[in-house]
């Protein structure tokens, strides 16, 4: 995968970091020229000539890499290497992009972290959303080899930093990036999968198709419902009408669910335009530097929230389906879908699955209602995305918890005795969250993928 500062996506940044995709640098053009003007520079450079903070007005002489040491020090579990893997990968994207001043010979470096296994010890805990200052100082000692990487061998790419690399180093929302763009990139499986198990409840209760029809949809143009609605018509082989009416998991799945993807596109291109931004403090552009507030996160904060609280109304018609796959009036089977008379059945996913709701609703707090204040009262609001990207992460076990319950109750074969179905949950959710390919449905019966 080549980076280049431009073109880095979302989908990108999961497969280098969960996948086998190794990264090249095209060309370190910008790089060298903003570090060439940072040369250049005189009078007080914010980080470079002064302090930081508070102290941005002490001039100070050679303290950048005492400036790592004291902002290496996160708090709580290291994160996933994945996770680490990523924020190299977003980091040095940026870095691609120009701007930071910094010495272009540490790009090649990180690179080559990147594709031989190295991340950096990284901390849950030490970042508000104006830059993942703990994060990436922990990975600039790992450079000068005052800190261990975590990988293959005991010592990693060593790079020597000056003192003047230390605030071009960690002036980033990188690792607070990394988490979005996985977050981003895996709920975007799970609402296309949200489609599919909806199609699967469509054909069990025999639902209408009417309220998908493209008339409806052309009466209110909404990109993500027409979306909805046009593939699940796809879907489904002819337009059922065994009710005038169905309830509002069938009959408005396309409004709910389309609004929610029309969330994920937002945040998404919020994400991206950062993972390929120059956001630097001060920014060198023009033989100068410019002190700015680029570093703050309001933008993919707000987006992730809105994300975070999209998912919740589609979970919940996913819940209100399950609910129609329990009673007999919309499958023609017994309660709960049992196997005989009084069996309590499938009767336990609605509990699985309201729990899992619950988790949901719970991570969909906005974390934007929220400010800091700190450094003496110098900066006085924080944006917090480091916290929307982190919940936004954990929103895609429930949410695919939630899908699971209810693509097992559509799916779930006739005349099956109680037992536990731990291992059948453990394997829907497989099923979902590789993005099962779309299938044909008939009326009465599951699709044929729905099968076993």
Known sequence: MELDGAGLTCAQVHAVAYGAARVTISSLDRARAAWGAAQELTGPVYGRSTGVGANKDVIVEGGGLDLLRSHAGGAGPLVAPEQARAMLVVRLNQLLAGGSGIDPGVLPVLAEAINDGFTPPIRTYGAIGTGDLTALSAT????????????????????????GDAVPFVSSGAATLADAAIAVHRLRVLLDATVDVAAFSFVAVSASAEPLAAAVQAARPHHGQAATAARLRGLLSREFAARIQDPYGYRAFAQVHGAALDALDRAERVVETDLNAAAENPLIADSLAWHNGNFHSAPVALALDALRAALVPTAQLSTARLATLMEPAYTGRLPFLAARPGGSGAMILEYVAQDALAELRHLANPVTAGTAVISRGTEDHAGFATQAARYALRCVEPLEIVLACERLAATRAPDVPDRPLSDDLDAARALISKQFPSCTASRGHPPPAAQG
């Open 140 to 163: 600039a000692l790992c450079l000068l080899g005052e800190m261990p990487w975590q990988g293959p061998t005991a010592s990693g790419p060593r790079y020597p930093l000056a003192s």
